[in-house]
């Protein structure tokens, strides 16, 4: 299975500010993926992060709020921009390989004051 | 696009009882079904998964059934142990999807000694 890593593991930022996670896979992984937890809920996919192109994001999510790169194949990063309270969340990494197994980071806990 | 419910939103059992989770799917080109196990302030770990091409799968205590003309799965543990307790997500992806996965709600189990 895939090991996967997220820095910061968490953060307390100021509204309006703006925070960048990283997201390192130990091994190649055809699709990279972003999700949001809300205290107590389920996992909400925010995008797909693509190599070397622009990310595909679900419904009700857009990119000048939260842009993704993926560099290579075992990277990526997720901004949170502009940030409010509601953005307070957990931000989860996943990865797939040539199934369609896919695992999850440990997570960011964003806590926006 | 794919909607998944998942019942029961809690669950509570005495040790030594079983535990069944369902969940129902929307998208009949779903062909993948992953069930996670998210320990408080922890990742979801895969725990058992099924393809729509098999209608049964078990894991030791674990096994998970599928019926896709009912566009239904479900998540059956043997001999709960305290440690099981945890929340427990369902999940559906197929062809159309890319591999993104849709969630259920999640389901709290406890599991009392």
């Known amino acids: 299975s895939a090991v996967i890593s997220q820095k910061p593991s968490r953060d307390i930022c100021q509204r309006g500010t703006s925070l960048t996670i990283q997201c390192q896979v130990d091994s190649q992984v055809t699709m990279m993926f972003w999700y949001r937890q809300q205290p107590g809920q389920s996992l909400t996919l925010i995008a797909t992060a693509n190599q070397g192109s622009e990310a595909t994001y679900e419904s009700g999510f857009v990119i000048d709020k939260f842009p993704i790169s993926r560099p290579n194949l075992t990277f990526s990063t997720l901004t949170v921009s502009n940030m409010s309270p509601e953005d307070s969340s957990i931000y989860l990494c996943s990865g797939t390989g040539f199934t369609d197994t896919q695992y999850f980071g440990p997570g960011t806990r964003l806590t926006v004051l | 696009g794919e909607n998944v419910e998942q019942h029961p939103s809690t669950l509570s059992v005495q040790e030594g009882d079983s535990a069944v989770i369902k969940c129902t799917y929307s998208d009949s080109a779903s062909n993948y079904f992953p069930w996670y196990k998210q320990e408080l302030g922890k990742r979801p770990q895969l725990i058992i998964d099924?393809?729509?091409?098999?209608g049964e799968k078990k894991d030791q205590r674990i096994a998970v059934t599928l019926n896709k003309t009912a566009k239904h799965f479900s998540l059956h543990i043997t001999e709960t142990q305290p440690e099981d307790s945890a929340v427990y997500f369902c999940?559906?992806?197929?062809?159309?999807?890319?591999?993104?996965?849709?969630f259920g709600e999640g389901t709290q189990l406890t599991v009392n000694p």
């Open positions: 999940a559906a992806s197929g062809e159309t999807s890319g591999s993104r996965l849709t």
């Open positions: 099924i393809r729509s091409n098999v």
